[in-house]
């Protein structure tokens, strides 16, 4: 069997990270024609169909998503092979800006910095974990305030992304409030409903209302933190990313929501920093799942990838 060729599994990752040909061959400077013959002729070649074709865009067969963890892996084994002939791994040292959400750097930042501290001392990350809007982190990266991202999909195509994890949004209430499984939204009418003003939160309360919610809110908030001071009082309820109320805070319990709402999370970063040599490693520390797996809400199962 004649090997695959690695720029044929480099754009195969690409179409995947960027959800189609067109943004993946931007993404790399080749033509989209060239793209998809790539990954034809990596299909031919391993007996496989790995794309699902379509007019929304591209998304992995069952195939395509078993090879892609070792597609990437040789990606990241051949970008450190000029590193290697120089000798100089061990010697990476630099400035990488991060921008995220604050619940994002709480609970999925630290044992990654803490690796990255041993694994490269001359190595400064600073963390700007202000950001409320989704929007906001992707401006960063494209004003070169952030040299990396941990940004909430949709994210443009003309990033280069990395997936990263995702978490559900939730209902977030008063500890004492009796819940009745299968009772539906109206079991909380009495509550005020508070709502947490990001796009976000906002898109998922048009899900909710499509499955029959019809609460209007009460009050409006800029942060997650402010939502569950108030709902641990009694004063009302919301709906948060899971993430973002753990661990609960006294007085608040957390329920699932009637229908099925996910926050999904790349590793973002534009196509000159992602070429980066200290982005790149930190990109690829952020990823280990050996070091995702020591966080306690990987652990808890409350975010997954």
Same mark, same amino acid.
């Given at each position: 069997?004649?090997?695959?060729?690695?720029?044929?599994?480099?754009?195969?990752?690409?179409?995947?990270?960027?959800?189609?040909?067109?943004?993946?061959?931007?993404?790399?400077?080749?033509?989209?024609?060239?793209?998809?013959?790539?990954?034809?002729?990596?299909?031919?070649?391993?007996?496989?169909?790995?794309?699902?074709?379509?007019?929304?865009?591209?998304?992995?067969?069952?195939?395509?998503?078993?090879?892609?963890?070792?597609?990437?892996?040789?990606?990241?084994?051949?970008?450190?092979?000029?590193?290697?002939?120089?000798?100089?791994?061990?010697?990476?040292?630099?400035?990488?800006?991060?921008?995220?959400?604050?619940?994002?750097?709480?609970?999925?930042?630290?044992?990654?910095?803490?690796?990255?501290?041993?694994?490269?001392?001359?190595?400064?990350?600073?963390?700007?974990?202000?950001?409320?809007?989704?929007?906001?982190?992707?401006?960063?990266?494209?004003?070169?305030?952030?040299?990396?991202?941990?940004?909430?999909?949709?994210?443009? @195509?003309? %990033?280069?992304?990395? &997936?990263?994890? $995702?978490?559900?949004? +939730?209902?977030? /209430? =008063?500890?004492?409030? *009796?819940?009745?499984?299968?009772?539906?939204?109206?079991?909380?009418?009495?509550?005020?409903?508070?709502?947490?003003?990001?796009?976000?939160?906002?898109?998922?309360?048009?899900?909710?209302?499509?499955?029959?919610?019809?609460?209007?809110?009460?009050?409006?908030?800029?942060?997650?933190?402010?939502?569950?001071?108030?709902?641990?009082?009694?004063?009302?309820?919301?709906?948060? @990313?899971? %993430?973002?109320?753990? &661990?609960?805070? $006294?007085?608040?319990? +957390?329920?699932? /929501? =009637?229908?099925?709402? *996910?926050?999904?999370?790349?590793?973002?970063?534009?196509?000159?920093?992602?070429?980066?040599?200290?982005?790149?490693?930190?990109?690829?520390?952020?990823?280990?799942?050996?070091?995702?797996?020591?966080?306690?809400?990987?652990?808890?199962?409350?975010?997954?990838?």
């Amino acid at each position: 069997m004649t090997l695959p060729k690695l720029h044929h599994i480099e754009m195969l990752v690409a179409v995947i990270d960027n959800g189609g040909f067109g943004a993946a061959a931007a993404q790399l400077g080749a033509t989209q024609s060239g793209v998809s013959y790539a990954v034809g002729e990596l299909e031919r070649q391993l007996g496989e169909r790995l794309l699902v074709r379509a007019r929304s865009g591209c998304t992995p067969t069952a195939a395509g998503a078993r090879i892609l963890p070792k597609a990437r892996q040789m990606l990241e084994l051949a970008a450190g092979l000029a590193e290697d002939a120089r000798g100089d791994t061990q010697a990476l040292s630099g400035h990488v800006r991060i921008a995220c959400f604050r619940s994002v750097a709480t609970h999925l930042l630290p044992n990654a910095l803490e690796t990255l501290g041993t694994r490269h001392p001359q190595l400064r990350i600073d963390v700007d974990d202000s950001y409320e809007e989704r929007a906001e982190v992707e401006q960063a990266l494209r004003e070169g305030r952030a040299d990396l991202a941990v940004a909430q999909l949709p994210v443009g @195509p003309d %990033l280069v992304q990395r &997936p990263f994890v $995702s978490d559900s949004y +939730v209902l977030v /209430l =008063p500890a004492g409030c *009796r819940v009745q499984a299968g009772a539906g939204w109206a079991q909380f009418a009495a509550l005020p409903y508070i709502q947490l003003n990001c796009s976000g939160a906002l898109a998922v309360l048009e899900r909710c209302r499509a499955a029959g919610f019809e609460a209007r809110a009460a009050r409006t908030l800029a942060t997650d933190s402010g939502i569950c001071a108030l709902v641990a009082r009694g004063l009302g309820y919301s709906i948060l @990313p899971r %993430l973002a109320v753990f &661990p609960e805070p $006294s007085g608040v319990q +957390v329920v699932d /929501l =009637p229908v099925e709402a *996910r926050r999904s999370f790349v590793l973002g970063a534009t196509p000159a920093m992602a070429r980066d040599r200290a982005v790149r490693a930190v990109m690829a520390t952020l990823r280990e799942r050996r070091i995702l797996e020591r966080n306690e809400a990987v652990r808890r199962a409350l975010v997954s990838w």
